[in-house]
C-alpha cells in the first residue's frame, strides 16, 4: 500500500470511529480532522465530503461481508454449516470493520433514503433473503425445528449477533471464531443441561 492510500486508510478508520460515536448527522469534517490530528481543510485533500467518507467506510464494509457470505452461500453446505458459516464470517468483519457495523445499525435506515445509499437496502433484502433462506431450507430438511417462526428466528440470530459491534473489540480474550462458536453453542444448542 502506498503512503498516500494508507494514509487514506487511516483516515477513514478515524471518521469510522467518529461516525460511530457520534453519529452522522452530528459529526462534522472538523470533528474528523481533530481526531486525525489534522487541519479540516487538508482533509479535503483526500476527501471530497464526509458522506464520501461514510459511503466509503459503508461499501467497503458491505463488499467484504458480502464476498464471505456469497462464498460461504456457493459453498453447497448444509442448512445448519450454512448457519454456522454466516456467523463466523459475521463475527470476522466484526473484528474487520467493528465501527462499520455500529454506524450500519444506527444509520442504515436513514441514508438509504438518499439516491447515494440506496445500496444499503438493496443490502439488506439480500442479507434477508440469504438467512430466510438458509432457515427454511433447515425446517424443511427436519435440521430445525419445524415449530420456528422463521422470521422471528431470522431476527433473533440477526440481532444477536450483529449487538456483538457495541461491546466487542478486535484484539481481546476472544477471537471472532471463538465467540462464534459459544453464540451458535447457544443458539443451535441451547444453555440448559439436558436431562
Avoid: C
Avoid at 464470517?89 to 438509504?112: G, N
Amino acid at each position: 500500500m502506498t503512503p498516500s492510500a494508507e494514509r487514506r486508510r487511516e483516515l477513514l478508520d478515524t471518521a469510522a470511529e467518529v461516525f460511530a460515536a457520534q453519529g452522522y448527522n452530528a459529526t462534522t469534517v472538523r470533528k474528523i480532522a481533530d481526531a486525525a490530528g489534522m487541519l479540516a481543510g487538508s482533509l479535503y485533500y483526500h476527501f471530497d465530503s464526509k458522506e464520501s467518507m461514510l459511503d466509503e467506510i459503508l461499501s467497503t464494509f458491505l463488499g467484504e461481508l458480502w464476498a464471505g457470505y456469497d462464498a460461504v452461500l456457493a459453498a453447497g453446505l448444509g442448512p445448519r454449516e450454512t448457519i454456522e458459516a454466516l456467523v463466523t464470517e459475521s463475527f470476522r468483519e466484526i473484528d474487520r470493520h467493528r465501527a462499520a457495523v455500529a454506524i450500519y445499525q444506527k444509520e442504515a435506515r436513514t441514508l438509504s433514503a438518499q439516491p447515494r445509499f440506496h445500496y444499503l437496502s438493496d443490502s439488506q433484502v439480500k442479507f434477508e433473503k440469504a438467512w430466510l433462506g438458509t432457515l427454511e431450507r433447515g425446517v424443511a430438511a427436519q435440521v430445525f425445528r419445524r415449530d420456528l417462526d422463521i422470521r422471528l428466528t431470522y431476527r433473533f440470530v440477526r440481532d444477536t449477533v450483529w449487538v456483538a459491534a457495541s461491546w466487542y473489540r478486535p484484539g481481546g480474550q476472544h477471537s471472532p471464531e471463538e465467540i462464534a462458536r459459544q453464540y451458535l453453542s447457544m443458539v443451535l444448542d441451547g444453555i440448559a443441561v439436558r436431562p
